[in-house]
Structure formats: structure tokens, C-alpha cells
Nanobody, 125 residues
Framework: QVQLVESGGGLVQAGGSLRLSCAAS????????MGWFRQAPGKEREFIGG????????DYTDSVKGRFTVSRDNAKSTVYLQMNSLKPEDTAVYYC??????????????????WGKGTQVTVSP
């Protein structure tokens, strides 16, 4: 049974930082690409950033480039999302997702087979 469990969300002031973690089980983590997505109320789920199975390639949506960093520790079966310079518009539920490994980071929701339940991030002005 595949499980992805996010943690590290919370309330932070604008300009602050948070580090999200996503612990995976039930998959051979080192063979899976990992993605981070978010969904704000009334909006569609959107891609934030991702990392391929080896850690050798990452990709980000434009709105978070230079502020967010995705990394992974295959020995711990965990992927991370470091979020700096947070803005109120970053407020959303953040999800991690997994798909069997490829060459490039995929950005579409339908590309990912396994999903966590999400963690709330709230950024106050």
C-alpha cells in the first residue's frame, strides 16, 4: 500500500519560510519522480515544483522560481519543499505526488499516480 505523508505546514508571516516534508512508503522511492502541488480555495490544483528519481533534474512553476527548492533524500524516502520569501498568495493546501521515474519533471496532475492528503500552508500579510 502506497502512502505519501506530508508534514511541516502551518501559519507563517509574509517573508517567512517553511520546509515541507513528504515521507513515502510502499514504493521503491528511488525509482519515482516526485512532485509538489498546491490548491487554494476555489482554484484548480497546480504544479509547484518537482524532482526526478535521481535528483538530477528539477523544475518549478514561474511564480516560485528563486523562492522554493525541491530536494530529496532517497535513503530516507523523503522529498522536501523549502519555501522562502513566502507571500499571502502562497496560501493553499500543499500536496506531494509520485510517478514512476522518467527523464523530465512532469507538471500535469494526471501524470502522477500516487498522492498524499496534503498539508495546509497559510501566509499572513
Amino acid at each position: 500500500q502506497v502512502q505519501l505523508v506530508e508534514s511541516g505546514g502551518g501559519l507563517v508571516q509574509a517573508g517567512g519560510s517553511l520546509r515541507l516534508s513528504c515521507a513515502a512508503s510502499g514504493i521503491t522511492f528511488s525509482t519515482y519522480d516526485m512532485g509538489w502541488f498546491r490548491q487554494a480555495p476555489g482554484k484548480e490544483r497546480e504544479f509547484i515544483g518537482g524532482i526526478i528519481w535521481s535528483g538530477g533534474r528539477t523544475d518549478y512553476t514561474d511564480s516560485v522560481k528563486g523562492r522554493f527548492t525541491v530536494s530529496r533524500d532517497n535513503a530516507k524516502s523523503t522529498v522536501y519543499l523549502q519555501m522562502n520569501s513566502l507571500k499571502p498568495e502562497d496560501t493553499a493546501v500543499y500536496y506531494c505526488a509520485a510517478r514512476y521515474g522518467g527523464v523530465y519533471v512532469k507538471v500535469a496532475v494526471y501524470e502522477y499516480k500516487h498522492w498524499g492528503k496534503g498539508t495546509q500552508v497559510t501566509v499572513s500579510p
